[in-house]
């Protein structure tokens, strides 16, 4: 049962509105208080990544092909800086090298059952820098798959026992776990997830039937973060609106009008605008 929530509708710069929005449910388990067992149990009951088939159910598998599938685009790729890694003298043009990634985390690790994941606590610093190098090769293995993701067959999709005896050498279910735990910095649930499925955004069935467009929903697993987020988006601009009202009022200071008639005609520019483009 829903006990509060909040929304917040953005428009993009392109103008397509947004809801932006967060959930109370009188039942829900809270990370730390709960059992992992009983989130866990929780977050399968209400939330998804998985792609039916179109025999178990063509509406949803319509759906989720359609309009779950992450596809990378100039606003999820970000810059991250690495230290080389060859072993030579360093010079000034090695000691940091650009890397491209998804900023949503996309390809996500397949696995066999939803679970939380810790992130890597160890004095070892020799096990811990060979954890990081399994999730380097686990990153590299998901990039593979990832370009052939989007022209997906499920019928051709690997068991996640095979996805670790495709490793060479392969890896234990307990060195994969390890590695991805080295890649994350705060506690962090892995839905199950089959190797066709790493681009999958997470949803809740009966909301994407209902809503019919993109969402992706998630649990909350730190409450200052959720804070964060919710006080962002309160406070974000919305720069394409902006930019609709500046053309406006540009616009309409250059036909010689009286300060009130073009603050009257800027609006109704304005309102024309929104309407043209939003409708």
Known sequence: QMEDYFTRIEFQSRLSAHLHGLLWSSNAPEYGTNTNEEVVEFIDKYITCHIPTPEEDPELHDLVTTLQLHRHSFSCKKLVYKKCQEKHDHGHSCIKQPE?????????????MTCILEPLESDDKKFVKECKKNW??????????DKQVLGFSLDETMSFKDFLKSFQPPLTKQQYLEAIQSSIKQPTYFLKRTTAEIRTNQYNVSVLKAWRANIDVQFVMNAYACASYCTSYISKSQRGMSEILR?????????????????????????VSFVTVSY
């Open 136 to 145: 380097e090769r686990v990153h590299k293995k998901l990039i593979d798959i």
């Open 247 to 271: 053309n406006a009022v540009k616009e309409a200071q250059g036909m010689a009008l009286s300060r009130s008639l073009i603050i009257q005609t800027s609006m109704s520019m304005f309102l």
């Open 100 to 112: 491209i990634k998804c900023r949503f985390h996309y390809p996500r690790p397949p696995m066999d």
